[in-house]
């Protein structure tokens, strides 16, 4: 399919490897030339390096101090990493990488970012103030196989807020937005209030909306009715905030493992964890196609950034009068972007924001400015239309054959050779819960359809007199109803007519159009789950064959 995947015959079976590989030599070869050519390092993001194609998947939590961040965080491993300090006040003071590593201990900021295999070289723009508040915590744990995660520091509220942190404190979360797979936004339910800071810090991640996930943490220290009151709250100060019509999502719960203050919303608060244990699950399997879907994003924004640069540049007069034609072309940026707009065709989102646009031309001379060079532009366009569709195409491949199904113990790899399957297990911190078939305190464990799993007695037998009950005045005829007979006790639960006929099939073992004893009482018991609020198998499990249909 492209020549450079099939150069080294060892490596042509490795889809995954492959896509990312793809990835570096589009962006090398046809994204970076635009880049370069019209500075957009300079105003939007630093050069992209093999590290960047290269990263596990990065969560990055945000929010104000003491929210449960590095609780969060020591809550997923299941135990402690080097560095970790807790406490009420803000004890977190610094960015804090937690990643996989055989050997533990604390990598410090200015040996991070020159190591070349690591992803954090870009971040020495920022200085040795930010630096010296930086740090990875490396830990052996089977969770950071999959992911890395990032605890940043408290953001801070009242008198605390007007201390200057001494570096662009908004400047390292954007630069971190833009790089993650995930944003945990943490808010504690007893500090509501948004801050200044706090403020800033999320605007900063405005444009990455769709990486956002939003959790009210320690829920358990207030009852049901101040909860109802609390999450109100909560979403009305982020409607000031995130300036969006669709209503955030939010995850409720208490990420710590502490005994439950009030455990009247315990269901509720498993039910909130498994949504957002499978959503981080998901991040090792999606990976590629984030970063695929990231330098789309970065190529689109090239493009009109290289037709901001050009129309100014070709508005500059060549002698005289350039710090006043300067200025008015600044002044006037809005309309320059209206008249690009209609010119090429382009989507008002696919802007840069501009005030920050204008922030940052002051900076710069704009006769060195390059003109327009259509070439560049189309070697972009082609990558886009072809480069990148062709690698799409490998993504559903490649997550069947190596990316991790969870990272809670299995990862499937397979030999394209021999196209031999197998799985690998492995630990994985409190990610182990999401799918814990082995202890009855696994999610909805000994619940509904699950009720009576590895019990030696029948578990429909428990109501069993009260279904043959019913049976008997159903006129059953050689020891069986027909589905007419059945269908007029069945339809008293008041349960949708397709839902009834699943329940029908699921009963009729034999498939004979007739449910005996013991086929009615199921049928009975699988309504009676289904109304308690649980889902229906698709084939029935076996502790829930009557005994006498058992092989």
Not at 142 to 157: A, E, H, R
Not at 515 to 525: S, T
Not at 531 to 543: A, V
């Amino acid at each position: 399919m492209f020549s450079w995947l099939t150069r080294d015959e060892s490596k042509h079976t490795d889809i995954y490897d492959s896509v990312v590989e793809g990835l570096k030599r589009i962006y090398k070869q046809k994204l970076l030339p635009l880049e370069l050519a019209y500075q957009f390092h300079d105003f939007h993001s630093p050069q992209l390096d093999e590290p960047d194609f290269d990263a596990k998947p990065m969560i990055l939590l945000v929010g104000q101090y003491s929210t449960g961040k590095t609780t969060f965080i020591k809550y997923l491993l299941e135990r402690d990493f080097p560095g970790i300090r807790i406490g009420p006040e803000p004890t977190t003071d610094r960015f804090i990488a937690v990643m996989y590593d055989e050997k533990e201990g604390v990598i410090p900021g200015n040996a991070l970012v020159v190591d070349p295999k690591k992803q954090f070289r870009p971040l020495t723009k920022f200085g040795n103030a930010f630096l010296n508040r930086f740090q990875c915590s490396t830990v052996n744990s089977s969770v950071l196989k999959g992911i890395s995660i990032v605890d940043t520091p408290g953001i801070l509220s009242g008198e605390k807020q007007r201390v200057d942190r001494g570096y662009d404190f908004t400047g390292v979360l954007e630069w971190f937005a833009e790089r993650v797979d995930r944003i945990i936004l943490l808010f504690d339910a007893h500090k509501l209030d948004i801050s200044d800071e706090f403020r800033r810090s999320i605007e900063a991640l405005r444009g990455h909306d769709d990486k956002i996930r939003i959790v009210l943490n320690k829920a358990d220290m207030v009852d049901h009715q101040q909860l109802m009151r609390v999450y109100g709250a909560l979403m009305w100060s982020l409607g000031k905030v995130l300036q969006t019509p669709e209503v955030a999502r939010v995850y409720i719960g208490s990420f710590w493992d502490q005994p439950l203050r009030f455990d009247t919303n315990r269901r509720l608060f498993e039910d909130e964890e498994q949504d957002l244990f499978r959503d981080l699950q998901s991040l090792p399997r999606n990976a590629t196609l984030r970063k695929l879907n990231d330098l789309i994003k970065r190529a689109r924004l090239a493009k009109v950034h290289a037709y901001i640069i050009s129309s100014l540049r070709k508005d500059m007069p060549s002698m005289f009068g350039k710090d006043g034609k300067k200025k008015e072309l600044i002044k006037g940026l809005n309309t320059i972007y209206e008249s690009i707009q209609r010119e090429h065709q382009i989507s008002p989102g696919d802007f840069p924001d501009i005030r920050k646009m204008q922030e940052v031309l002051q900076n710069h001379d704009f006769t060195k400015f390059q003109t327009l060079k259509p070439r560049l532009l189309e070697v972009v366009d082609k990558m886009l239309a072809e480069d990148i569709s062709k690698l799409m195409a490998q993504i559903p491949h490649e997550d069947i054959v190596s990316a991790p199904t969870n990272l809670s113990g299995r990862r499937r790899s397979i030999d394209l050779n021999a196209w031999n399957s197998r799985f690998v297990d492995y630990q994985g911190g409190a990610f182990d819960g999401v799918e814990d078939g082995s202890t009855p305190f696994g999610y909805k464990r000994g619940e509904g359809i699950d009720a009576g799993h590895g019990e030696p007695e029948w578990i429909v037998n428990k109501l069993r007199y009260k279904y043959d009950t019913i049976f008997e005045t159903l006129g059953p005829v050689n020891g069986k109803i027909s589905g007419e007979a059945a269908k007029v006790e069945m339809v008293k639960s008041k349960l949708p007519k397709p839902v009834l006929g699943k329940i029908w099939k699921l009963s009729d073992i034999d498939r004979d159009g007739f449910l005996d004893a013991d086929e009615f009482a199921l049928a009975m018991h699988l309504i009676q789950v289904k109304l308690d609020g649980h889902d229906l198998p698709t084939t029935l499990p076996d502790h829930l064959v009557p005994p006498s249909k058992r092989d």
